[in-house]
């Protein structure tokens, strides 16, 4: 037990050294690049408005006069660049809601995906509880609203959430309906199974083997990462064919890898067998 203890916590502190805070810094790095795009719509927005100030206001364009073109050219670059400035202002709201979304999944990365796969699972028992004892409260007092707010309440839920539970659905049902008992079910499975892979993956042995092309085959558990390491660059069509299998070339590592999980093995496996990386010569 001691073991498989101390290996965990090898493989969190490698994890922590290697990945560290690398959500936070991909989050800031988005509102850097949001702020960025927003500061350079601004100012093309900013130049073209002042430009358009020039032009008295309903002064056409005099057709035939010798500033003619240069009067085309001078409003086409306004309207150029406010088409540019409203376009990187798109592009900067894009950014940020990719900033807002990003460590809402629970990366197996994550130095502290375990802690925070066992909070969601609290949650999600603590929640599928009490909607069934809701449920059961509601059935207990039936037809006298008023027992029934008590009864809520004391299970420990607001005055407000009380009297939302108790509201009829668009189907007349009051309290959880059937299929929110059964979603939250799944989910408690699902996120039970994720602490179980995560926690199996850990204990797993390293792999490092060598195909009969040269070509080095790695499982780092420690780093969860499946990697092939070429002695030589791979051509064009075989870079092709490792990036459809979700492979992305790691310079720190000096390998191409990808998450080390079944997926990962299955992408290996087609991987090895496109490219014929563990075929002796004539056989």
Not at 114 to 124: D, F, G, N, S, T
Not at 246 to 251: N, S, V
Request: net charge positive; charged share 30%; aromatic share 6%.
């Amino acid at each position: 037990m001691n073991n498989v203890k101390n290996r965990t916590e090898e493989i969190i502190k490698t994890r922590r050294d290697v990945y560290g805070d690398r959500v936070e810094r991909r989050r800031d790095g988005l509102i850097m690049k949001a702020a960025t795009l927003e500061n350079r719509a601004n100012s093309l927005l900013d130049s073209a408005r002042e430009r358009a100030s020039s032009i008295p206001l309903g002064q056409p364009i005099l057709i035939g006069h010798y500033s003619e073109n240069r009067d085309r050219r001078f409003r086409n670059k306004i309207h150029d660049d406010m088409g540019r400035g409203f376009g990187l202002l798109n592009q900067a709201q894009d950014v940020c809601m990719q900033a807002q979304g990003v460590g809402g999944v629970i990366s197996s990365d994550d130095p502290d995906a375990l802690v925070k796969l066992r909070e969601q699972l609290q949650h999600a028992q603590a929640s599928q509880t009490m909607m069934v004892l809701v449920n059961k409260q509601i059935r207990k007092h039936k037809g006298d609203q008023a027992a029934t707010l008590v009864a809520l309440v004391d299970l420990g839920m607001t005055d407000a959430n009380a009297c939302e539970a108790l509201k009829p659905d668009f189907a007349g049902r009051v309290g959880f309906p059937s299929y929110a008992l059964s979603n939250n079910n799944a989910n408690i499975r699902r996120i039970e199974q994720r602490i179980k892979e995560i926690e199996r993956n850990m204990q797993a042995a390293d792999v490092e083997r060598t195909l009969a092309s040269g070509v080095i085959y790695r499982e780092d558990v420690a780093l969860n990462r499946i990697m092939f390491q070429f002695n030589f660059k791979p051509e064009q069509a075989s870079r092709d064919v490792l990036k459809r299998c979700g492979f992305r070339w790691a310079p720190s590592n000096g390998a191409w890898q990808r998450q080390l999980n079944n997926a990962g093995r299955w992408a290996a496996k087609a991987v090895i067998e496109a490219l014929v990386l563990d075929k002796e010569l004539g056989a």
